[in-house]
Structures are given as C-alpha cells and as structure tokens.
C-alpha cells in the first residue's frame, strides 16, 4: 500500500474547485475554527489553498483535511456523491485512511502519517503532501491521481536549446535560466516560453480549465496536457474573474446625458425620466451620446439615433470609394434621391455620377480612420429642416418626407446592409468552447430537447453536443449525434407544431395549454439557440409575425392572408363587401355577441366605416389576441441577444426567417464540399458527373436528399457549417455520411454507372429509413 494503489475509482470531479454543492455542515466561518485545527493527514494547521487546497472542518465528526492532502492519498476514492461526507469521500474512508496512513513513516520528516506513496514500481517512498512539496515532488490531478517521488518524478526533455543567456518568466516577467527543473517548466507548444512553476499554479487556479493555455500562442489542449503531467492542478471551474460578483457592474451603467446642441429640458442635461418625453436615448452606434426624446423630435423610444460624430462617420463612409466592405460580396449602389445626377444632398455629398459604383462601408472599420466632421452651413433646399438636424430622428420605419427618406438610404447604406452570415458569426462569438451535452431520446424527441433546453445546468453560451439515447437499450449506450442535424430536426419539429397557425407563412396561435407550460418562452429561446450555434433558420415566419418583432406591434399592420380562421375571415370579407350601411348594420347585429367580445363595436355613420371595423377585427385576431403568447416568444428570442441584433439589422434577418433557402444546384454543392488530398482523380470526376446528373433530374435523388446524407440538413446555415463539409474516396461498396464531422466518404468505382447507382441506392435507402423512424416523432 506504501507504493500507493491505482485509484481507478477516484472521481475525476473531486478535482473540482468549485463547491457549492459542499454539505452544510463544512462550516469556515467559525471563529478560530480552522485556523487551530489540524489537517488529519499532514498535521498541519496551515490554511493556503494554492498550495494544499481548501481548508475543511466537518464539525459533526470534528475532523479537519486539506484538499489535496485528501484527494491524493493512496489508499482512498471517492465513493459517496459531492454532497455526502467530505467532497464525496466517506467519513468511514477517511478514517481508515487514517488508520493505513499512522502505520507508514515519511521519509522526508520520518513521522508517521504518511498516506501518499510513490506509483513508481518497486518504491517504497512514502511521504505527506507538504513534505512531498517540499522534496519537489510530483502530484499529477488527473486521471488516477498519481503522485512520483523526488528520484521517480516526470521530467521536461529538452532536445535542444540554443538560449543560454535568461529568458522572462512570460507570466511574472522575472528572469530565469532556461533550464528545465522543477521549479521551472517550458511551454510544449512555445520553444522560447518558460514559467515559474509557481506563477503557473497561481494562474491555473485563477484561470480553470477554461481559460488556462499558453500565454505565447495561446494553445490550450497540448499545454494543459503537458502541465497536468508536471503535476499543475487545473480546477474545473470557470475563472476567478467571471465569478466575483459584480466583477463588470461599471459595464452595465447607463449614459444619461443629453449631448444635443440645444437642451429643451429646464431641469437639466442629466434629468431623465422614463416612458417620458425626457426619457434620455443613447445613440445606437457608440451608446456614448445621449438625447432626449423631446430634444431630438423623436416619437418613441424605439426610434433609432445616433449621435454627430457617428453620422459624420456613416456619412463620410458613404462618400468613400475605395474599401471594400466586410462581408458584401459585390460593390452596392447606393441610390440617390434625387433625380438629377450631380445635385448634391441635404447631407452635403455629392452624388456619383451615372455608373459609378459607391462602396459601402462597416461602421467599426472606419471608427478610427474618421474624424469629427465640421459642421457646415446647409443648402437651402425644399426639405423642412430645423436646428437640430443632426440630432433629428431616424426612425426604423420610414417616414415620408424626402429629408427623412434620404437619411433613411444613408443610414442602409452603412448600417443595415450587413451580410446575414457575418451577423450570425458576431453572435456565435458568444459561444464558450465549454461542451454541455444535450441527451436526446428520438422516440420522445420534443420531450427530451424541452427537459435539456429547461435543465438547470444548460447554459446557451456553451458548445452544445448532441447525444442520442434510447430507453429500451438496457445498457445505457449514448451515440453521439450531429448539432446541426438536431437543431434541423428541431426547427421542422417548431414550424410543425400547434404554436403557430398558418399554411406556409406562419403566426404565432393562441395555445392556453402551451402559454401555461411557457412553451412560447421554450420556442422562441430555440429559435435563438439554433441561429447562434450554427443551426438553420426558421424560414416559416409571416411577414406581419416578423414586423411585430423588429418594429414592435404598435407598427405593424395585418393583412388578411394572417388570418387562418376560415370564419373571421368571412366575417371580415362580409364586412369588406358590404354595399350598404343598412347592410353593414344587419352584419354587426349577426355578429354582434363576437364584435362584442373583442371589443370592436362601434357606431356605424356611413359605409366608409367598414374599413375601420375590418382593420379592428383584423388587428385584434392577428395581434391582440396572441399578446400574451407574443411577450412569451419575444424573451425566449432575447437569448444570446438575438432579437437585438434582429432589431438592429431587420432587413438582413428579414429574409431567413421569412424565406426558405434557395434551392441547390450542381455548382453550390460542388463548391462546398472540400476534397482531401490524396484523392482518386477518376471518383472525383464520377462526383461531379453526379452533382450534374442529379441536378438535370436523371437520378432517383435530389440535391438536398445528397446534403442531408452528408451532414442532416437539407439546407445551408445562414452561417455556413463548422466542419465545412468535405469529401474523401475510399474503397468500399457504398457511400458513408458521418453527420457529426460532415465528411462524405465516396466509393472508388471502375465506372460510372457503379458509382452512381452506389450513390443512389445508399442515399435513397438510407433517408427512407430515417424518413421512417422520424415519422414517429415529427
């Protein structure tokens, strides 16, 4: 037992620094509690976490530990859950630990009590943790917790090292010989980054295992790796930094001055009072300006405005014709208001002469290129302009008169001509490299991705991995699963259901039953997910169902093909067409007890006012009356600050959430597909020829039966996929998609023909029985 027993049973999660889950009865707080108690194992009465761990007192059995003198004792694993005895280790262990422990002498202080020992094959070295500290030697906390002697301990092998004068410690900058010892560690991935041991233990405990990587190249998984095997505790927690409260609360203060050259309030610049005219509105593009409402002209709150140096900047950013903007495709025209080219604009600039081509530009790429520009006497044209024009309105729904038409089309031009896919991108950046798996059971498959999404411990900005269970294999066994297959899945499972009403374009329905189980809170929050981490969109959405969430309802008008009761819709038709007042008042008394009930009643003087009691009906079946489930869906689709950004940019979002994916062709296909090297030329002209075929419909499959074979969707994310797909050839019978790396494994054939009817059949057989097991639940 003195060599020390390999700890197979030892939980890797009693490695954890995070302990809320500790039991209750573990209590610090005691005066003079822990700082005269001595640790059972080393006998010691010192408390410093970074060298011996957490300080622990079970006042019921009176019993004191240091965390890693328990964690790295031979003869000891955790049996209990966290919460039961100390971190999961039984009371009844850790005195027979003890027990064990008082037989074996330390061979640094020769006083018994020794219960780590040496994993080394026949040594007999056993010794306490801070004597082990002390002789420098090695305690590994990973896998079977081992811990080597000063003569067995692992060491850094050096090739070659061509510095001979010092070299800084990269994390305390202190000078220290390049030499590898125990005190100083060298970088696995960085030739000319070394460490003071002890600067790297501080840091790996402030860090975790989240933020913990080479300070050079910022490698994680290869320099965690090698740290771990020098015997560098890593908690698996997150960083000291995300977990001191209110460690940000400076970035959550609002400015609240109003920066507008002529101030109309009486009580001040600072004065601000909300849902008020002198509510103070940040600008939309630094949030370091502000303005009253009433100061700028604007109606509401939700109207946009920016400040002067942010419009000088749109403005100029306009004008400029030579940077390519980040993330258009094609150089955009930006069309003048007015009709006689060379005149100039409100705003100053000239107008591009006829076939010019004016470059759009991304507002944060030019912050820096830009300076304040000078405010200059404006022309006199037949636009109505005051003296707080820079400050005036710019509304997201245009306004009719031509000064606010043109500051619309300027403010397009730099703001809401963003591509979709570099919004999405921007929004995934939120997303942690920390996995949380999804079990999903298909049999049950709505079920289970409401129980993951409503867990507790799931966390949106985590990397979600998909795990398939099934409840009738006894065994447990989890097969991993494609993230964007399931969020596909989960997006046709969401337009399926009885959430919306509607053929092709959908709303929002009225489900009491679904608004009790917050289930409009759930969809909008999967809608969200799906978006940020890669899924597809939804592309089911009504145009009406998309204004009331990027303009608010209050600016949204419904049209008649919202309304999918089949009997409203008469009504409202019966009203439309009715020839007389006689005739409309004979209506209303048919339908009187309804008019009544949604309270659109009203005095009828002349048959023009049928158009205000169909607009009434129409407003309250298609808005009104699904408010509530509409404030349910909005907070789910703020997740990862979703429905922001669709706000921001509505026209960008407009189109995936209302369309669907155009359709695939030969080349789209061809082009996303990447071929690993080393492929068979002859195969890969065989693929091609398919893609052809396939698109002039001379085979059995379609394009987006070959995608979804591949990779689980039927369409391209706005985002794009990560992996990118990609092909390799290879000797076999028949296709193979591995969806969860999106990689196409193509037969090597001797003709065509075989390869396409491989194709076909493996394709065509393999969604049909997918086809056939989704059936049961979608």
Request: proline share 5%.
């Amino acid at each position: 037992m003195a060599c020390g027993a390999a700890r197979e049973g030892k939980s890797d999660t009693a490695s954890l620094e995070l302990l809320p889950s500790a039991p209750r009865k573990m209590n610090e707080s005691k005066p003079g509690g822990s700082q005269n108690s001595t640790c059972v194992f080393c006998r010691k009465n010192d408390d410093c976490p970074i060298k011996y761990g957490e300080k622990k007192t079970n006042e019921k059995w009176n019993l004191t530990v240091h965390y890693y003198c328990l964690l790295m004792s031979s003869g000891i694993w955790q049996r209990g859950k966290e919460e039961e005895g100390v971190y999961g280790f039984l009371i009844e262990d850790i005195r027979k630990e003890v027990t064990r422990a008082s037989k074996l002498k330390c061979s640094v202080c020769k006083k018994t009590g020794a219960s780590i020992g040496c994993v080394a094959p026949r040594c007999k070295r056993s010794y306490h943790f801070p004597c082990g500290l002390q002789r420098e030697c090695i305690f590994q906390f990973t896998g079977n917790f081992a811990s080597f002697c000063w003569k067995h301990r692992p060491v850094q092998i050096i090739t070659s090292n061509n510095c001979r004068d010092s070299l800084l410690c990269t994390i305390c900058l202190e000078f220290i010989e390049p030499i590898p010892t125990y005190s100083v560690l060298r970088s696995p991935c960085c030739k000319n980054a070394w460490f003071h041991r002890d600067c790297l233990q501080v840091q790996a405990i402030n860090a975790g295992v989240f933020f913990f990587r080479c300070t050079l190249c910022n490698n994680s998984d290869i320099f965690q790796k090698e740290m771990l095997r020098m015997g560098i505790h890593i908690p698996e927690k997150d960083a000291s930094w995300e977990l001191e409260e209110n460690a940000y609360q400076e970035l959550l203060q609002h400015y609240e001055h109003c920066d507008v050259r002529r101030c109309r309030c009486k009580e001040g610049r600072d004065y601000n009072v909300p849902d008020s005219k002198w509510e103070i509105k940040r600008c939309q593009c630094c949030g370091s300006s502000g303005t009253h409402l009433a100061c700028s002209s604007l109606q509401s709150w939700e109207q946009n405005w920016e400040c002067c140096e942010c419009r000088s900047i749109l403005y100029s950013a306009v004008a400029s014709n030579s940077v390519q903007p980040y993330g258009l495709q094609a150089p955009a025209r930006l069309l003048c208001p007015w009709d006689s080219p060379g005149q100039e604009c409100w705003s100053r600039l000239p107008c591009p002469p006829p076939g010019s081509n004016v470059r759009l530009l991304r507002l944060p790429a030019l912050a820096g290129e830009f300076q304040k520009a000078k405010k200059h006497a404006l022309p006199n044209t037949n636009v109505g302009i005051n003296d707080c024009l820079l400050e005036e309105s710019s509304p997201k729904l245009p306004r009719q008169s031509p000064g606010d038409q043109c500051k619309d089309l300027l403010r397009q031009g730099s703001k809401f001509r963003r591509d979709i896919s570099t919004l999405i991108i921007e929004l995934g950046f939120q997303v942690k490299k920390r996995p949380k798996k999804v079990f999903i059971n298909k049999a049950n498959f709505w079920n289970s991705a409401l129980d993951g999404f409503r867990n507790q411990n799931f966390n949106p900005s985590y990397t979600i991995e998909i795990v398939y269970v099934n409840e009738n294999d006894h065994f447990g066994r989890e097969q991993p699963g494609s993230k964007q297959e399931f969020l596909s899945l989960l997006m046709q499972q969401l337009e399926n259901s009885s959430l919306f009403e509607g053929s092709l374009s959908k709303n929002l329905s009225l489900n009491s039953q679904a608004l009790k189980e917050n289930l409009y809170y759930e969809a909008g929050k999967m809608v969200a997910i799906s978006l940020v981490h890669g899924g597809p969109s939804p592309g089911f959405f009504s145009q009406t169902l998309f204004n009331c969430l990027a303009y608010g309802p209050e600016n949204t008008q419904p049209i008649l093909d919202d309304v999918s009761d089949f009997d409203v819709a008469q009504i409202m038709i019966r009203i439309n067409t009715a020839a007389t007042v006689d005739d409309l008042n004979s209506l209303i008394n048919d339908y009187y007890k309804y008019l009544e009930f949604i309270g659109c009643l009203r005095l009828i003087t002349s048959i023009s006012d049928k158009y205000m009691l169909a607009k009434d009906i129409l407003v309250y079946h298609v808005i009104k009356r699904v408010q509530a489930p509409f404030e349910s869906f909005k907070q789910g689709l703020k997740t990862l600050g979703v429905l922001e950004k669709i706000q921001t940019y509505p026209e960008a979002f407009f189109h995936i959430f209302c369309h669907k994916p155009e359709n695939l062709s030969a080349k789209i296909l061809s082009d996303l597909f990447t071929v690993h090297t080393l492929s068979d030329v002859q195969t890969l002209g065989f693929w091609n020829s398919y893609l052809q075929a396939v698109e002039d419909g001379k085979s059995t499959v379609t394009m987006e039966d070959i995608l979804i074979f591949a990779t689980g969707c039927k369409s391209i994310p706005p985002a794009g996929f990560k992996p990118n797909p990609s092909i390799e050839c290879l000797h076999m019978d028949f296709p193979v998609g591995n969806k969860c790396d999106n990689c196409l494994a193509l037969p090597i054939t001797s003709t065509y023909k075989e390869f396409q009817e491989s194709m076909d059949f493996a394709i065509k057989n393999t969604l049909r029985l997918e086809k056939e097991e989704n059936s049961h639940f979608i």
